[in-house]
């Protein structure tokens, strides 16, 4: 948390520094407050003709386990909770697998062009990188540690491509399909409660895409004034069938809304609430097996409520004007979660964009 809050307070004065500059203190017809929150996608549109290039990075901290709303020792985990996968060979009746710590970045490149003034056309592909740190339980019951391992896998994720089609000036609506560019079958070494160290398909969360194409919907409001934004979204993510292992993903749905406020034409501070809904793996895969929560389907997604805050840096004027940059931080409110699962601690999303 240390090394977050420094790297957070680094980047805002960074910002602070640029916003203060004489290259943008020229007040011009950009303002912070043009955007949403930088964790916010697909939140405008843009006239016709009009480019934008950006790049994100999302980091997310996760630790600890959590059945529901509750917190449970790792302990607990290993001697109460049934393993799914108990009558296979060489699998015991609970699980002696427990993931403790994981670590998500991911990195955003998107392009947006406005195809007129009323439909703006994106496109998004990223890149993630994954931790998870485990600890095995030693043999078939009780609480001895035989030791822990990490499986760290990364690679390009799931392409999005979407039209943002204009309602009225201050509504649109997201229209985006999801294509399955990311791999669903990464391998690592793990530590087994034998002692053993083989190489496995990783379990459903360190996989880097759905394998599915999915539908993801959503409609959008935003508006501002002089001193202030505002803004509401609601998305979802449709998976259409199985992949090619024979699952998919849980459909989600999210609702956020934002207020921002103007502390200069060149700055802008926001806070938000986001509310998610996530299902669980619909299907198995065959080749993910073993007694470790990450493995059960039935062990995936949940209820969140997450509050953010955020800051917008904009440049009105001279050589680098259309430059922005936007920096957001989250923290849970409530996880119930369908567990047991790793709680999220933190998130932090940096992006800069360019328009053109």
């Known amino acids: 948390m240390n090394s977050f809050i420094k790297a957070g307070a680094s980047l805002a004065a960074i910002g602070c520094a640029l916003a203060a500059s004489p290259a943008l203190a020229d007040e011009g017809h950009i303002n912070a407050l043009d955007h949403a929150p930088i964790g916010v996608m697909g939140d405008h549109r843009h006239g016709e003709g009009e480019w934008m290039v950006s790049y994100r990075l999302m980091h997310m901290d996760m630790g600890g386990v959590q059945i529901g709303t509750d917190s449970v020792s790792p302990d ?59 600890i095995t339980y030693q043999g078939g019951m009780g609480t001895t540690q035989l030791g822990t391992f990490r499986t760290s896998p990364a690679g390009f994720g799931d392409t999005k491509v979407s039209a943002l089609i204009g309602l009225t000036d ?79 993903q849980g459909d989600r749905a999210m609702a956020t809304a934002w207020l921002a406020a103007s502390v200069a034409p060149a700055v802008a501070l926001s806070a938000r609430v986001q509310a998610e809904t996530v299902g669980r793996v619909d299907g198995i895969d065959p080749a993910i097996m073993g007694p470790v929560q990450t493995a059960n389907p039935d062990f ?39 567990g047991p699962q790793m709680p999220t601690d933190y998130t932090l999303t940096v992006g800069v964009q360019k328009s053109f």
């Not at 690592?188 to 895409?209: A, C, E, H, K, W």
């Not at 505002?230 to 292992?245: C, F």
């Not at 001279?318 to 936007?326: C, I, M, N, T, Y």
Request: hydrophobic share 35%; glycine share 14%.
């Open 76 to 134: 607990t985990v290993v001697t109460t909770v049934p393993n799914r996968f108990f009558g296979n060979p060489g699998q015991p009746s609970t699980l002696r697998i427990v993931p403790t710590d994981m670590r998500m970045d991911m990195h955003m490149a998107g392009l947006m062009y406005g195809l007129s003034d009323q439909v703006t056309l994106m496109v998004m592909a990223n890149y993630w990188s994954k931790e998870m740190d485990h």
């Open 170 to 248: 201050t509504v649109h609506l997201n229209a985006g399909v999801s294509i399955p560019t990311g791999s669903t079958e990464k391998t690592d070494d793990i530590l087994t409660p034998m002692g053993g160290n083989p190489t496995v398909r990783l379990p459903y969360p360190m996989q880097l895409g759905s394998g599915t194409f999915d539908l993801e919907p959503g409609i959008t409001w935003r508006d501002q004034n002089d001193l202030f934004g505002w803004g509401a979204q609601v998305k979802g993510t449709i998976r259409l069938g199985d992949n090619d292992n024979g699952y998919s």
């Open 300 to 338: 995936q997604g949940g209820e969140s409520v997450t509050g953010l805050v955020g800051v917008n840096f904009a440049a009105t004027g001279g050589a680098l004007e259309g430059w922005r940059l936007g920096i957001e931080a989250g923290l849970p409110i409530v996880q119930d979660l369908n």
